[in-house]
């Protein structure tokens, strides 16, 4: 990929009339984030819009322009397809974005979708960004969806380091790389303060924890969609630099990457094993106390129900007097045993011998 094609071999669609061009607004493009040109490794100019663009880097044809969007819109991305030949079905990718990481390659041009991602303390989540990069002979361009990455850090850095520049569109989009991936670090040591602080909420019986679980799972569902096709795509390039002649030093460069996206994939491997064992004992604690609680309840009716066993056997002692009582209350004259000498005593005796008999029930079945 490093070697360099002779601009009149590289397939253009003829430059526009001054009227054409003069119709674009002079203003800097809202989509446009920075767009630059470079000679031996040094900027040279920094055009307003990307009309300028294309005509300085045809007024020197040994430069690089490294153009920055961020959500273009599609006749901006159209006008870079038609500048630099760029292939319909990676412009379609850049305009829509959710894509999955990936690496094509279109003739001289090579398409490249990562996933960059970022920590945000104060919401204790992770927040996924999508980088497209098209990167040909003698240009660099790259679409941003999203508030990650930064690539100004990366722009500053390369700058600092004219030799490094000066190796061309590939050496830019190593460093892009490799910004994405040291932008992997921060995010690890994130998530595995959550799941120290999980840990401590499962054991602690957080009834809020099980969401949290969910939620951290499913950001590493998407963390290990970014960064596991991203060790393939390494793997790709390296196999690529004896064919396109890589520089040795960019060669030991993309090597360091890959063994970064490496170590970050195992970590966010067992972040998802950690994070489903987390949740298996959340399951088997929380299954736990509902059972210790459920047993507490029957415990309670059990107790309650016998409470209502011994109330119900005296009043059932209690009603047989009573109503032997209200029979012989009733003073009619048609009641022989109101005037039998042994009525009273009979009265009682039938009281008392109901009342026992129930209490000898009522205590043979462990009611009272």
């Known amino acids: 990929m490093s070697d360099r094609r002779p601009r009149a071999a590289w397939r253009r ?5 001054p009227a054409a061009s003069s119709a674009r607004p002079p203003s800097v493009q809202p989509s446009v984030v920075q767009s630059t040109l470079y000679r031996d490794g040094r900027r040279v100019s920094s055009p307003l819009t990307l009309a300028d663009t294309f005509r300085q880097l045809r007024e020197h044809p040994d430069g690089m322009a490294w153009i920055g969007l961020q959500r273009p819109t599609e006749e901006e991305l159209h006008s870079l397809a038609a500048e630099f030949d760029l292939h319909e079905l990676a412009v379609e990718d850049a305009l829509e974005a959710h894509q999955r990481p990936k690496l094509e390659r279109y003739g001289d041009t090579l398409f490249v979708v990562l996933r960059a991602a970022r920590y945000l303390d104060a919401q204790e ?22 508030a990650a990455p930064d690539l100004t850090a990366v722009r500053r ?61 499913r950001e590493m569902v998407e963390f290990q969609r970014a960064t ?19 520089d040795e030093e ?29 949740l298996t004992v959340n399951a088997t604690l929380v299954t736990q106390q509902q059972n210790a609680e459920m047993r507490a309840l029957a415990e309670a009716g059990f107790e309650q129900n016998e409470e209502i066993k011994k109330i119900s056997a005296w009043a059932a ?17 048609n009641m022989p045993e109101l005037h039998w000498a042994g ?26």
């Open 157 to 217: 850095r390369m700058e600092q380091n004219p030799d490094l520049l000066a190796l061309g569109p590939e050496a830019v989009l190593y460093a892009i790389l490799d910004a994405v991936v040291d932008g992997y670090a921060p995010v690890v040591a994130g998530v595995q303060n959550d799941i120290d602080e999980i840990e401590t909420e499962v054991f602690g019986g957080d009834p809020a924890v099980s969401r949290r679980i969910y939620e951290l799972s």
């Open 125 to 146: 989540e992770v927040d996924f960004g999508e980088l497209h990069v098209f990167v040909g002979p003698d240009f660099l361009i790259t679409v941003r969806h999203g």
């Open 250 to 278: 960019l060669q030991r460069y993309l090597r360091d990457v890959a063994d970064h996206v490496t170590h970050t994939s195992e970590r966010v491997d067992g972040f998802r094993q950690a994070l489903a064992d987390i």
């Open 317 to 333: 002692i209690l009603f047989a007097p009573t109503l032997v009582g209200t029979i012989y209350g009733m003073n009619f004259d």
């Open 343 to 368: 009525g009273y005593p009979f009265a009682v005796v039938l009281m008392a011998v109901v009342c026992v008999s129930l209490y000898v029930v009522f205590k043979k079945k462990d009611w009272l």
């Open 228 to 246: 596991r096709p991203l060790v393939g795509m390494l793997h790709a390039l390296m196999a690529g630099f004896a064919k396109y002649g890589t």
């Open 13 to 17: 669609r003829p430059e526009p009339p």
